[in-house]
């Protein structure tokens, strides 16, 4: 019935439109509109505020900095409450979260663009997962295709990171870049550019500490 009705309101044309504007609004706003807080998380540390790093130590063991791939210090106040986390889970390696957290990042957005809901149901938060769920929707009614490709990532830090009961949350910078556009049925560039953009983007990652689980879900996301 619903379908009848905008059909009736100028036939196909008004009913693309509409779904258009929906689809190109929500992917547009999607960095902004995740970026509700969850609760416990703190405002990110401004860029340029961590204490400079060398190869922190670790249960009495320095590690090497990776490449592109930032390390608190541990004896920061940010190092403090990774320490957290560590004496909560003693699995956890702040330097192996980071490399997952980036593997995670390349995995959602590529998973978005794709439309592929299976993998973003496994890596995402209830609610976080239904932004996107109605992203990719509206896109598909507006009968549209959405291209990202990252082009490469020049660095991914932790910003912050807190524990709040069994609940730990960590904010990552990447700083990468990409190329985002949203094309119509004809492959006609409706939202976004086919140039190469830098993008700066801070998402939350949020587990429960000690439970079967160990995957960290994005929670939150939004620009830098």
Known sequence: MQTTALQGLGNFPIALIIFAGIAIFLILRLRSVLGKRVGFEKPPIPSGQLPGFGGPIIEGQAMSPLSGRQMPDPRSALGERLMQIINRDPSFDPQKFVIGAETAF????????????????????????QTFENA??????????????IKSISSTEIEDAQVIGDQAAIIVRFASNQIN?????????VAGDTQVSDIVDLWTFERRLRAGDA?????AARSG
């Open 106 to 129: 390349r995995t959602i957005v590529t998973a978005f663009a794709a439309g592929d809901r299976a993998t973003l149901k496994t890596l995402l938060s209830e609610n976080v997962y």
């Open 136 to 149: 990719i929707a509206a896109r598909e009614a507006a009968n549209q295709r959405h291209r990202t490709e």
């Open 181 to 189: 556009v949203t094309m119509d049925s004809a492959g006609n560039p």
């Open 215 to 219: 995957t960290w879900r994005l929670a």
